[in-house]
């Protein structure tokens, strides 16, 4: 069967909960435990975890180069390259972490920014989504680290970020995404639409 063949009706995979459970709850992670409902009649657990939502900036420097990080991830004991991200407050408009924590981390401001795409970046165990934003007309200040926050802010074109995937040194998920959506734009396929944003206030400015 081809991807075109399949159509929109999904009841056939439909996994229905019966039972939710919390398996345990941290300062972030929300581990669940839930028994389910299978297409066949059966019964099975999903262990998952539930998070709050993030974004990744795909910032853009005037000279085409783009601004990266390199920062420690405890869980895989190595630092890792991969774009500006971070995780939504509640009830935080998606744009205004956008901008927040591209200066937060990184000390720009852009004055333009685009929406590209969402990615789930963990499908099999976790609800995370990554909204994917490009921002350009950069003006580089002060970072404003969280505590116990360390990385570091370099630049690099896309050629040699390419290289960096094709040795294995960058591998984070939503960075990679992230170099796809870049390719894309750059060659005409997927058009961004850009909204200029107030310098002072990181909010979109309203046309009239």
């Known amino acids: ?16 909960e019966v039972e939710p459970h919390r398996a345990w709850r941290g ?12 297409p066949d009649g059966s019964t099975a657990h999903r262990e998952y975890i539930v998070h709050p939502g993030a974004v990744m900036i795909v910032p853009i420097l005037d000279d085409g180069r783009l601004v990266v990080e390199r920062q420690w991830r405890y869980p895989l004991r190595r630092a890792m390259l991969e774009f500006p991200a971070g995780k939504i407050e509640p009830g935080e408009p998606v744009l205004d972490c956008a901008v ?6 990184t000390g720009y401001r852009a004055a333009e920014w685009a929406r590209a795409g969402i990615l789930h970046n963990a499908i099999a165990y976790s609800t995370e989504s990554i909204e994917i934003w ?18 570091d802010v370099f630049e690099a074109d896309a050629a040699e970020l390419d290289a960096a995937v094709q040795r294995g040194d960058l591998t984070d998920a939503k960075s ?3 170099l796809l959506w870049l390719q894309n734009c750059r060659a005409g396929r997927w058009p961004l639409e850009w909204q200029p944003v107030q310098p002072d206030r990181g909010l979109p400015i309203m046309q009239p």
């Open 1 to 16: 069967m081809r991807l075109q063949d399949l159509g929109a009706d999904t009841n056939h995979l439909r996994e229905t």
């Open 27 to 38: 300062a972030f992670l929300d581990v669940r435990r839930d028994r389910v409902s299978l």
């Open 100 to 105: 927040r924590e591209l200066e937060e981390e």
């Open 134 to 151: 490009f921002a350009r007309g950069l003006v580089v200040g002060e970072r404003r680290l969280d505590a116990g926050e360390f990385l």
């Open 176 to 178: 990679l995404v992230g």
